[in-house]
């Protein structure tokens, strides 16, 4: 008999070709999959993930299902597959869900962050961006607003993806100084393929003084990679938060 | 003529052999004395440290001190350093001092922390140790008095240095939790070599119940190192603050 279990975990993205299993690649999905199916007798196992992230990019927080023997309680399982895991995966809760419990489906708001230095930080190589020019960061949080609500993100998506329509609908974007960091926080309830990416580099442009903050409006309604800014570099970017109804 | 200049700097030490220029070796003193020459028409420049860390020891606060022309305003030189210095050492302030300040001998008090997390943590792999095992942090905390004051640290450091006596005089010692991390904070006038890193192994042996807090006294009163614990890996150690009189 096999159980749908939630596994919640954060990862260190930096040395992995992102999330999704691929073949000749580190991934975070590989590694996870390859371990359970170890702890299992070497039978098959997929985990569905609640999103995928891209190479290098970040997860402080990040849900997957599986549907598993029941040879382990919860908390066993969690120490014996922590203790099978490279150090920049961490099992942080497991935990017993209804059998149609969906991670990537169920999932109602997704956060992310996106982190960045002006000054040298030497320890924060790898989670942080350095952008050393000068930012009006209330500028970029006067652009922010046009983000907001459900509207066509086609202007921030790469192209060609598989997803059918490209709405989504953002409920909070916001820059703030943390410590010796520039924080970007945006929450919604699906993101495209470096969507939040692109957002930074087009908010970017608007602190550097390249645009106007009310421009990001009409790069929206453009609906054109080509109208928005660069993508900024993953390492950065953290998935922060995933919001389900049951958890 | 060349005026006496105090450098404020940190560095990630991951990737160095340690502060201490040495032929064949990536060294932090050697490579920032390398960027000094290079901005000073490749005239060979010596620069004094606080202290020497060790290979793959952290510093949030150093300090070293340089005599140099006078081509350049301190932030000016700041600006310049820093962009020829790799981005794991960072200058964070340059001030002119008297023509005698020494930032080794003037130096009154060291403090260094040394970071270790019990549960994985994805994002400090290279900033503090992965310790599983229980810990009774009271018992830690215990020890700690029996550090305090001056007394010959032998047993807590490395044989055949070049120092001429092994007193110390410790001031401050307490284990503390922050966020998800356990953090020593040690302060004295001076540390000897591999001190902090001995001292730490010797109160985790407390923490997990090898020795009793009191045996701590004894292990000083023996003056060998051989009664000390193991010393902890490099990589949860940062030289966090220097006081000189006058900065």
Not at 169 to 181: L, N, T, Y
């Amino acid at each position: 008999m096999k159980k749908r279990l939630f596994f919640r975990c954060a990862y260190d993205g930096t040395h992995y070709s992102g999330w999704q299993k691929q073949p000749n690649a580190k991934t975070i999905q590989g590694e996870i999959e390859e371990k359970l199916s170890r702890l299992f007798g070497n039978q098959s196992v997929d985990i569905v993930g609640c999103g995928r992230t891209d190479a290098g990019v970040h997860a402080s927080q990040s849900y997957f299902h599986a549907d598993l023997p029941t040879n382990f309680a919860p908390d066993q399982l969690r120490y014996k597959l922590n203790n099978m895991l490279p150090l920049d995966i961490a099992i942080n809760e497991i935990v017993e869900v209804a059998e149609d419990a969906h991670a990537r489906f169920d999932a109602t708001r997704r956060t992310y962050y996106y982190f960045l230095h002006q000054h040298k930080l030497p320890f924060h190589q790898n989670d942080s961006w350095y952008y050393p020019r000068k930012l009006d960061v209330e500028k970029m949080n006067e652009a922010t607003q046009f983000l907001l609500g459900r509207q066509d993100f086609t202007s921030f998506s790469k192209l060609h993806t598989d997803v059918n329509n490209n709405f989504c609908d953002i409920s909070f974007a916001e820059w703030k100084h943390v410590g010796d960091q520039l924080r970007f926080e945006i929450r919604a309830n699906r993101f495209l393929r470096n969507m939040v990416r692109a957002i930074v580099g087009t908010l970017l442009e608007v602190g550097n003084g390249s645009i106007a903050p009310e421009e990001v409006r009409n790069i929206i309604a453009k609906e054109d990679r080509g109208a928005a800014g660069c993508s900024v570099p993953a390492k950065g970017l953290f998935l922060q938060k995933i919001k389900y109804p049951y958890l």
